[in-house]
């Protein structure tokens, strides 16, 4: 999956109703309000806000450089995740110990990833996700009776980090960090209908600390060209061992990028420039950048 950037419009998110796009049949389902909503290239220069939060994820490492993750997995409702050291965040519980449930194979399966009401502040760019997934037997009910050694993770890999030397996420990064996991139990669990369940209060943040995007690090300013990418690649995993992890869901394309409105500019005028995050197939956002 790839996108093109050279003359990217601006996009806002809309308070309308969901919309569902599939991504590879049975693998997952993208689910949000306003994805893909587009205005024209030059508003993007009075475009005051677009809809998604993040909250500082902090940490610094050596030299100056923020050791973030950038995709928060997290569990606690009201929790974006992203007070800790990740800056793709996926804030959920440790799974309980215990015997597994004798009930046959059931594995999750159609990952659905639904865009949430959270929106960004001034200090940052991204937006974030929640979950769902259905059962390969028909009845998401013989997943719940797996738990608690049932349980599933997000494994991130980043190929591309033109901003690292202001901010280096773990490569790879495993959320929740092992031995944790997302956990099936019926008391975490939310059944939307036969065979399909919703995770309560896990949510996927993929956000950007702006103190990492800086507009004099890239030209004309700066040395670095643009676009500044960075890019990274999820995979959904689950167990019942603890041990051996199987994908049912993935690879998906995250892509952030830091670029300049297309041209030509009106007198005396310099293209503003723009932040992009792109989960390729599910939701991207554009922003205008923050200083």
Request: glycine share 10%.
């Amino acid at each position: 999956m790839s996108s093109t950037y050279g003359q990217r419009q601006a996009s806002q998110e809309q308070p309308a109703q969901a919309s569902t796009s599939r991504a590879n049949p049975g693998t997952s389902t993208a689910v949000g309000p306003g994805a893909g909503a587009a205005s024209e290239i030059m508003r993007l220069q009075t475009f005051a806000g677009n809809g998604a939060v993040t909250r500082l994820m902090g940490a610094s490492a050596s030299r100056g450089r923020e050791s973030s993750l950038l995709d928060v997995l997290s569990t606690a409702e009201g929790d974006d995740g992203t007070g800790g050291t990740f800056l793709d965040a996926v804030d959920a519980d440790v799974a309980d110990a215990g015997a597994l449930d004798a009930v046959g194979t059931a594995v999750p399966v159609d990952l659905q990833q639904i865009l949430t009401s959270w929106t960004p502040g001034p200090t940052r760019y991204g937006f974030q996700l929640k979950f769902r997934c259905g059962s390969s037997s028909g009845q998401v009910s013989d997943l719940q009776a797996q738990a608690p050694n049932l349980k599933w993770r997000e494994y991130v890999t980043y190929s591309r980090n033109d901003f690292a030397h202001r901010i280096n996420p773990p490569n790879p990064t495993i959320l929740p960090p092992p031995p944790g996991g997302v956990s099936f139990a019926p008391s975490r669990t939310t059944v939307i209908s036969p065979n399909v369940i919703e995770f309560i209060g896990v949510t996927d943040t993929h956000w950007m600390p702006t103190s990492a995007v800086r507009d004099t690090d890239f030209q004309p300013a700066g040395p670095r060209p643009l676009p500044g990418i960075m890019e990274s690649s999820q995979l959904y995993q689950y167990t019942t061992d603890n041990s051996t992890w199987t994908t049912f869901a993935g690879p998906f394309t995250l892509r952030r990028e830091l670029n300049q409105t297309v041209g030509p500019p009106l007198e005396g005028q310099t293209m503003p420039l723009y932040f992009a995050t792109d989960k390729v197939g599910i939701h991207s956002v554009t922003e205008p950048y923050k200083p």
